[in-house]
Structure formats: structure tokens, C-alpha cells
């Protein structure tokens, strides 16, 4: 009888081997092929969804009741309709994964994720033209109110830009649509560079005290202090200083995603979307919150200079 079981034993262990390796790998070719009939190119999962949204929610309920507080009402169409606008986005992501088979969540998230953050690069220039005002304006390549009517047109244009994309690629013309976003993304990263070479340069005068210019205007708006050495009301704006240096990293994620194409392996990772657009946009808008202008920057300029 144990003879008869050791002959037994090791076919049937051999039968349920085969069966449990078929049903994996039949599985695994349904989800394949599931997954390339998607738009994603895999599911978007539902908690990563629940977390951005609720972190994107909780911080446009911040700034717009930081807001009200602080009368920086300026915040709200910039912050508030960036983190309502990400919400949108994830929204339509959680959506998909309920229905990823579905066009019309695809297309809002990726509309909404690509245009929101525009919103919130317009704050940066705000700050950065006030800094420069409280700071010292003859530290500063451009006056500060240039720096405020120059970028932020410059960042209406790409936000136009990246919405007819958005129109084109939610219509029957994804490629063009595509490529069309792809534009404005790499306008507006431009404009983030030189931005940010203006930033660089306007530190490094500050602290070296090598003013590039003098004029009667630029004597009446006198840095804060005349020593290198940070006064504390200045260490309390220099945070704010730091926010432009938060954004550029999306922007480089969606120049690599949208010129990979819509199948490429960079847009179908949700990984690399979660850590390389999620995670840095919501980064900015928290650092908004946590180092508020409603707080950190005076109301009032010294020595009469105005604000941008």
C-alpha cells in the first residue's frame, strides 16, 4: 500500500504543479492584455488616489483660509486653483480605477495634473518680485515689477498653450494634442530656468553687497540691512525665497513623459507619475502653507518702496 502511494504521490504532485503554473501564467496574459487595451497602461491604485487627494484638498482648504486671514487674496486664484485642480486630477485617477478602460478619466487627469501646477509657478514669481523689492532692487537683474508683468504673462501663455493641447488631445487628435502640451510644458520650464538664473544671480549680489545698478529709485528702495549677515525678520523671508526651487522637477518629469509618447515606458510607470509629479507638486503647495508670504513677508516695505 505505501509502495502503491510513493508511485501515486509524485504524479499527482506533478499534475497540481502543472495546473497551478497554467492558471498563473493565464492570469498574468489576461492582465497583460487587459492592461495594454488601457490608456494608463496599468490600474491606478485607489489609496495612492484617496492619499493626494486628501493631501491636495486639506492644503487648498489652508491657503484659502490662510488667505482670508492673512487678505493675500492673490493666493486663491493661484494656490486654490491649483490644489482644486489636482483634486479634479486625482479624482478622474480614482475614477480610472474603478473603469480604466474609460477615455474620459484619462483625459482629465492628465489635462488637470499638467495645467494645475501653472497656477501655482504664477505665486513663485509674485514672491520672488516682493523679495526682490524687500531685499533690494539694485541686486536684481530686473526691477521687481518686471519680474511680476514679464514671467506672469509669460506663464498665462504656456497655461493657453498647454489648454488647447489638452483640447486637442482630449479630441480625436491625441499625438497633435500631445505634442501641442508638450510645447507649453517646455515653454514654461524655460521660463522656470531663467527665472531661477535671475533668482541665483539676485542671492549672490545680495550676498556679496555688488549692487549691478544705481538710481534715484534704487536709493529710495534700500536693502533691509547693509550687513551680509541675515537680520531675523530676513530669515524669516528667506524661506519664502526658496519655493521657486520646488517646481522644476515636474516640469522635467512631463518634458520626459510627453515626449516618450503616449505608450512609452515613462507614462505607462504609475510609480514614476506618483514620486516625479504627485509628490513634487504637492511638496510646492505645502511649502506655500508652511512658509506662508501672508506671515513671512511684511505688509508694509521699508523706506516707501512699493510692492509688485
Known amino acids: 500500500m505505501n ?16 495546473c497551478i503554473e497554467n492558471t498563473t501564467l493565464a492570469i498574468r496574459a489576461n492582465s497583460e492584455d487587459r492592461l495594454l487595451n488601457t490608456p494608463y497602461g496599468y490600474t491606478p491604485t485607489a489609496w495612492v488616489c484617496c492619499i493626494f487627494l486628501a493631501l491636495f484638498g486639506t492644503s487648498g482648504a489652508v491657503h484659502l483660509i490662510q488667505a482670508l486671514w ?68 539694485q541686486y536684481c ?38 505634442n501641442t502640451m508638450l510645447a507649453g510644458i517646455a515653454f514654461q520650464f524655460g521660463i522656470m530656468i531663467i527665472a531661477c538664473f535671475i533668482a541665483f544671480h539676485f542671492a549672490w549680489s545680495w550676498k556679496a553687497q555688488r549692487p549691478i545698478r544705481q538710481s534715484v529709485d534704487d536709493l529710495v528702495r534700500t536693502p533691509m540691512s547693509t550687513s551680509t549677515e541675515p537680520s531675523f525678520r530676513e530669515k524669516r523671508i528667506l524661506p519664502v525665497a526658496r519655493i521657486p526651487l520646488e517646481e522644476p522637477d515636474a516640469a522635467v518629469y512631463r518634458l520626459i513623459e510627453l515626449s516618450d509618447g503616449w505608450t512609452g515606458d515613462i507614462i505607462t510607470t504609475q510609480k514614476w507619475f506618483n514620486i516625479f509629479d504627485g509628490a513634487m507638486v504637492v511638496l510646492a503647495i505645502w511649502t506655500v502653507n508652511i512658509a506662508n508670504p501672508g506671515w513671512l513677508l511684511p505688509k508694509h516695505y521699508p523706506h516707501g518702496a512699493t510692492s509688485a
Open 70 to 137: 492673512f487678505k493675500t487674496y492673490w493666493l486663491i486664484p493661484t494656490a486654490v486653483v491649483c490644489a482644486l485642480g489636482e483634486c479634479l486630477g486625482w479624482s478622474a485617477r480614482l475614477w480610472s480605477h474603478y473603469n480604466v478602460k474609460k477615455d474620459t478619466p484619462f483625459l482629465i487627469q492628465i489635462s488637470s495634473t499638467i495645467i494645475s501646477p501653472t497656477f501655482l509657478l504664477a505665486i513663485n514669481f509674485i514672491i520672488f518680485g516682493r523679495v526682490v523689492n524687500i531685499f533690494g532692487q
Open 3 to 18: 509502495y502503491g502511494l510513493s508511485l501515486f504521490l509524485p504524479k499527482t504532485r506533478g499534475l497540481w504543479s502543472a
Open 141 to 178: 537683474l530686473l526691477p521687481s515689477r518686471w519680474i511680476s508683468i514679464l514671467f506672469i504673462s509669460a506663464d498665462i501663455i504656456a497655461l493657453v498653450v498647454q489648454g488647447v493641447g489638452g483640447g486637442l488631445a482630449s479630441s480625436t487628435k491625441p499625438t497633435v494634442g500631445g
